[in-house]
């Protein structure tokens, strides 16, 4: 069975630094992964996906991630953090037999310090 | 564009009493929708999946049903709640491999029951 383990749960950065937020999962073959961000009482918005091809993945708000198969790793990173970027953040990965089998890490809640 | 309408945003509910939430997709046709409970301090738990009207699967056993009467409708119901119902629902949407089994999701509906 697939599983994602996200092992912060909390991180605190202050605003301008860089941020580097870690997944690492679990499959037999090639995963889909995401990473999804979530605002308090929100629902969850895609943040960015790899399926296939390059592994480093741009998504929206400056967010990127690499894929690293021999880490089994999905890092989330952005370069310089904004305040409006303190939210939860989820690790998800999905097989490509079904959209059923999507499983989420349990979340990195990050703290931005003026 | 897909967009995705869930309702009620917040619901105080006493015990034992029934429920229904309801979540529409606009945009998009045949799509695979789900219901999600989100627990405080807890991760996302995957409670209903559809892959088409009439086609329901459960994956654990609850208190809770859900129904698709039409293609992009998708309700979430219970006869009877308990306490441990509380939580954020979020219901979600999918169109297939061909996007990768990308979930977009709802804004979540709130549910406290006392």
């Known amino acids: 069975a697939q599983s994602v383990t996200q092992p912060d749960i909390h991180i605190t950065v202050s605003e301008g630094a860089s941020l580097e937020l870690r997944c690492n999962y679990s499959?037999?073959?090639?995963?889909?992964l995401f990473w999804y961000v979530q605002s308090p009482g929100q629902g969850l918005q895609l943040l960015l996906k790899?399926?296939?091809?390059?592994?480093l993945v741009q998504g929206i708000k400056g967010f990127e991630a690499e894929f690293k198969r021999s880490q089994s790793s999905f890092n989330l990173r952005k370069p310089s953090v904004h305040w409006s970027d303190a939210a939860e953040y989820f690790c998800?990965?999905?097989?490509?037999?079904?959209?059923?089998?999507?499983?989420f890490g349990s979340g990195t809640q990050l703290t931005v310090l003026p | 564009s897909q967009t995705i309408h869930q309702w009620p945003a917040t619901l105080v509910q006493p015990v034992g009493s029934p429920l229904s939430l309801e979540c529409t997709v606009e945009g998009t046709s045949n799509p695979n929708l789900y219901w999600y409970r989100q627990a405080a301090g807890r991760g996302l738990q995957l409670l209903f999946y559809?892959?088409?009207?009439?086609?329901i699967s459960s994956e654990v056993p609850q208190n809770l049903s859900a129904s698709r009467p039409q293609d992009r409708q998708f309700i979430l119901s219970s006869k009877k709640l308990l306490l441990s119902d509380s939580g954020f629902y979020l219901c979600a949407w999918s169109v297939g491999q061909a996007s990768g089994n990308t979930i977009y999701f709802g804004e979540g509906s709130w549910l406290t029951v006392v």
């Open positions: 998800a990965v999905g097989a490509r037999s079904s959209a059923r089998q999507l499983t």
């Open positions: 559809s892959v088409g009207i009439g086609q």
């Open positions: 499959y037999g073959a090639t995963p889909y």
């Open positions: 790899y399926f296939s091809g390059d592994t």
